[in-house]
């Protein structure tokens, strides 16, 4: 495996957010030439021995993931773990931790929808989760499409569900640290998921990546399907400015949600370490 290997290495099922099973992505990303791959569902491991089952079914090499919800400097940010021990106990126990919570944050979110006249929405949201300790703003999102309050889910998060926004409720996530330590712990590897995508100044973008790195983090998203052309460019830079390896994950989500799908990301640009690389003894290889 080498820098031009299609992998994909950020997605979610509906273990999480996503609409796919475990299954459906892993035939997918077989259908899409994708070389090696990795499930991440937010918080959450649930899904990884079918993932783990199904891309041996295909023959596709396959890492475990996860994406981490974090908070710092106030904002949320996301840590995906790669090639960890699933049955790991302190990042099963980390992960709990960092799930609870969300119920009542999702009913705020209601309360707040239904003074603004979008009532029921608790409810709604519900029919679209498939794992229950995971109901997620996606998941309102989907509710709010549906009940024709906004066209698509990307009007949904400009409208409602975001900071200021009717439907926002703060919540407290894990911290950096402990995101990292859980994951390295576990034998994997730290990655900073699509940085572009957080409203942080430079200098707490700077403090990000350098409190990250001290903690124990090696990795970071460069090409993403949440980044432009102008960002996989910046984003190399400062792979290299912070010695951290490189990662590519598409984060689809869904067929009619995600506009870049499994497998389908322009390669890495050259003189990057890939993170693949490093995780070589972790691939699930099929036999
Ligand atoms: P939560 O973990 O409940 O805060 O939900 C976060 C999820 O909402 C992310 O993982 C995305 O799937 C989705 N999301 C957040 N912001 C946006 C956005 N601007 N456009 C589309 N999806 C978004
Ligand atoms: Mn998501
Ligand atoms: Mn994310
Ligand atoms: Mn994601």
């Given at each position: 495996m080498n820098i031009l290997t299609n992998a994909d290495l950020h997605c979610h099922s509906d273990v999480s957010d996503?609409?796919?099973?475990p299954e459906a992505l892993a035939a997918r990303a077989k259908a899409n030439g994708v070389e090696l791959w990795a499930l991440t569902d937010h918080d959450e491991l649930g899904g990884q021995r079918r993932a783990m089952a199904a891309a041996a079914a295909h023959g596709l090499p396959y890492l475990t993931g996860t994406e981490i919800s974090v908070t710092f400097a106030g904002t949320t940010v996301h840590i995906v773990g790669l090639g960890v021990d699933p049955d790991h106990a302190t990042l099963q126990a980390g992960l709990r931790a960092t799930r609870g919570g969300r119920e009542n944050r999702a009913r705020e979110m209601a309360t707040q929808l239904a003074a603004v006249g979008i009532p029921g929405a608790f409810e709604g949201a519900l029919q679209y989760v498939g794992n229950p300790d995971l109901i997620s703003r996606t998941h309102f999102a989907r509710f709010l499409v549906e009940a024709r309050v906004c066209a698509s889910t990307q009007e949904v998060f400009r409208h409602y569900l975001?900071?200021?926004?009717?439907g926002f409720v703060p919540h407290r996530w894990a911290a950096l640290g402990d995101a990292v330590s859980w994951i390295t712990g576990a034998g994997g590897l730290a990655v900073i998921a699509h940085p572009a995508r957080y409203r942080l100044t430079p200098t707490e973008e700077y403090a990000l990546f350098s409190e990250f790195r001290e903690h124990g983090g090696t990795g970071v998203e460069v090409v993403t399907g949440s980044h432009t052309a102008a960002e996989y460019v910046k984003y190399a830079e400062m792979a290299q400015e912070f010695g951290l390896y490189a990662s590519r994950g598409?984060?689809?989500?869904s067929p009619e949600e995600s506009h870049t799908d499994l497998g389908g990301l322009p390669d890495l640009p050259g003189a990057l370490r890939p993170v693949w690389e490093a995780l070589s003894h972790r691939v699930i290889r099929p036999h």
């Open positions: 996503g609409t796919l099973s975001t900071e200021g926004k009717p598409s984060d689809f989500h």
